[in-house]
């Protein structure tokens, strides 16, 4: 059974002390319990992981976390994380899955190194600049690699892309696994544009745009564990007005109606938080024209539409999505993804490839997943192998369907 570096574990847990019991009230008893249960539970997450080694600590990227498998030999991956709900729980670097997340990797003799960042919520970019300090810091403290892989999932797989784009020459290749592949502008507008129609034809049952990017309103993020209701509320409204205008609607937006109260609670969350960051609206619906309802017209005369107040190239602008890449790239994207559809992300993508003149780079594999994410880790592992036999090898892999 793999072991953890006792030197490290006091790194990765040094902010965690234990508390003394006579300079707490009783009240405090349910908080220090807490305390045990969670490095109870880390502690069991890695003893059943391949991991023989834990770092962690703290750069100016945040939080960071180094994972080791028994026997390492100086393979790395860097693991840029997904959208995270401002003010969510564990971070990256304390939670206690992801060790067994990782597996397909450290299972493989990888070392994986992830960044918390710097901050929550929408951080493409700055996922980007927290990666890339990790790397260098792994670099200057353990040595340098003789292999280094870019993987990332979900808005994390769009940092890869971008690290790809921007630091190749660190990498011998990239893996997005459903990825924010396309140009996070573009992505984040579906998002705004799913509000603007549907704030037209069911008008009073979720936030409105204008309450949504009026800073002075004051918002705090909702907190993940509100989902179930909150989208319970969405769905029942829903239904009452026009369930088949509902379902039409879901279908535009390349959603099952049962996760169209779901999008749009993640969504509103995503708006408000690109609200803060940009300190406005990058967004412009005034000249837009949206096709593709059972009645355009009149989806049209009744969408929410709001002016843009500030430039999107505040929040859009560093790392926007090229293209240009000059490594192995390869995508793995479930079939059916309620966040990110494979027409937002991978032929967007695919598109600027072309563009670029780098179709040689890049390739796709797809499972038949239903949902975001929603890989085995054979999958996974599959598509990695597959991406490292390319980098060994020269020859390309067949794109298409992964079992």
Not at 203 to 226: E, H, N, W
Request: net charge positive; charged share 20%; hydrophobic share 35%.
């Amino acid at each position: 059974m793999p072991t953890i570096d006792a030197s490290t574990v006091g790194t990765t847990f040094s902010t965690v002390r234990q508390p003394k019991l006579h300079q707490y009230q009783i009240k405090n008893m349910k908080y220090y319990f807490s305390l045990l249960l969670a490095l109870s539970l880390v502690a069991h997450a890695f003893a059943q992981s391949p991991v023989a080694k834990v770092d962690s600590g703290r750069l100016k990227g945040g939080r960071y976390i180094i994972l080791y498998p028994p026997n390492w030999k100086g393979k790395l991956v860097m693991f840029a994380h997904g959208y995270e709900f401002m003010g969510s729980k564990p971070y990256q670097s304390q939670n206690p899955g992801f060790a067994n997340a990782m597996k397909p990797f450290l299972e493989r003799g990888f070392a994986v190194a992830a960044s918390d960042y710097q901050y929550q919520g929408f951080a493409m970019p700055q996922g980007v600049d927290d990666t890339e300090e990790l790397r260098k810091f792994f670099t200057k403290t353990v040595g340098k690699p003789d292999t280094t892989y870019m993987v990332g999932q979900s808005m994390g797989g769009g940092v890869a892309l971008a690290t790809i784009e921007n630091f190749g020459a660190a990498y011998n290749g990239g893996l997005g696994l459903c990825a924010f592949s396309s140009r996070p502008y573009l992505q984040c507008r579906k998002e705004y544009d799913m509000y603007a129609t549907f704030n037209g034809l069911f008008p009073g049952v979720v936030t409105s745009l204008s309450t949504i990017f009026d800073l002075k309103q004051p918002y705090q993020p909702q907190p993940r564990q509100a989902m179930v209701a909150q989208a319970t509320a969405i769905k029942k409204a829903i239904l009452a007005k026009d369930s088949v205008l509902a379902y039409a609607f879901a279908k535009r937006f390349d959603l099952k109606f049962e996760d169209l109260p779901f999008s749009l609670f993640f969504n509103e969350n995503v708006l408000r938080d690109i609200a803060q960051k940009a300190k406005g609206n990058p967004f412009d619906n005034t000249n837009t024209v949206y096709t593709g309802f059972p009645n355009d017209l009149v989806v049209n005369q009744k969408a929410e539409r709001l002016p843009a107040t500030v430039d999107p190239n505040v929040i859009f602008g560093k790392y926007d999505r090229t293209g240009k890449i000059d490594k192995p790239v390869m995508l793995l994207h479930t079939i059916y993804d309620q966040l990110i559809p494979p027409t937002y992300g991978v032929v967007n993508f695919e598109n600027m490839v072309h563009q670029q003149g780098k179709d040689q780079y890049f390739t796709v594999n797809y499972t038949n997943g239903q949902g975001h994410c929603n890989f085995t880790p054979q999958q996974t592992g599959k598509t990695f192998d597959a991406l490292r036999n390319w980098v060994k090898t020269g020859a390309k892999p067949t794109a298409g369907f992964v079992n």
